[in-house]
């Protein structure tokens, strides 16, 4: 039976120091007229301004801020700070702050569909190599991120994401790890906290 091809992003796995799981989640702002949706579980940018927007595929100069897990701002609509699970560039006052949680650890472990790259499945021989996302429209009814791995590896230093190992849960109708669409684990690679280079 075929792969889903529907990605779900970036999903907390494991850590590689084997320590316990932990989110280490942090907090950046949203500009409150920031155009760019960014659903649980995508990759963002670090901007030179220190807010954060949507990660744009392929774009060599990105920065990776980390993987989106939601934001709070005070909602014009209801009068309270409310909690939302995506960012979906709504209308707000000027005055608005609007705050992300995102992860940032290099040493959180994910899982991720790899799709829209070639007809083979990503492979044992692939761990190591860089990758490239294909960033998916989002689903705003749960708020999930759709974005997959491309699957074409690389030694791009550039590219956000490196494999780190072939998923570790059972072969089932969810992954068939011979077959394309499979699931693969990988880390964050280009991380803004990690450079020895600014940002300016």
């Not at 429209?137 to 230093?157: D, E, F, I, W, Y």
């Not at 190992?165 to 990690?194: C, H, I, M, R, T």
């Amino acid at each position: 039976m075929a792969n889903p091809t529907t990605g779900f992003g970036l999903q907390f796995s494991r850590r590689l120091d084997a320590a316990g799981l932990s989110a280490q989640l942090i907090t950046r702002r949203i500009a409150y007229n920031e155009g760019s949706s960014m659903f649980n579980g995508d990759l963002v940018e670090a901007l030179s301004d220190g807010y954060i927007e949507a990660y744009t595929a392929g774009d060599s100069a990105a920065v990776v801020g980390g993987v989106f897990r939601g934001c709070k701002y005070l909602n014009p609509s209801t009068g309270r700070m409310d909690w939302f699970s995506y960012w979906n560039a709504p209308t707000l006052p000027s005055t608005t702050v609007v705050e992300a949680f995102l992860e940032c650890d290099p040493l959180i472990v994910y899982t991720i569909r790899a799709a829209l790259g070639s007809a083979t499945a990503v492979g044992i021989a692939d761990i190591g190599a860089n990758f490239e996302v294909t960033v998916g429209a989002g689903n705003s009814l749960s708020g999930v991120s759709t974005t997959t791995l491309l699957n074409t590896p690389a030694t791009t230093a550039t590219h956000p994401l490196k494999m780190v190992g072939l998923y570790q849960g059972v072969k089932s109708s969810f992954n068939d790890p011979a077959l394309v669409n499979n699931v693969v684990e990988v880390k964050l690679n280009n991380l803004q906290w990690f450079q020895t280079a600014g940002i300016t």
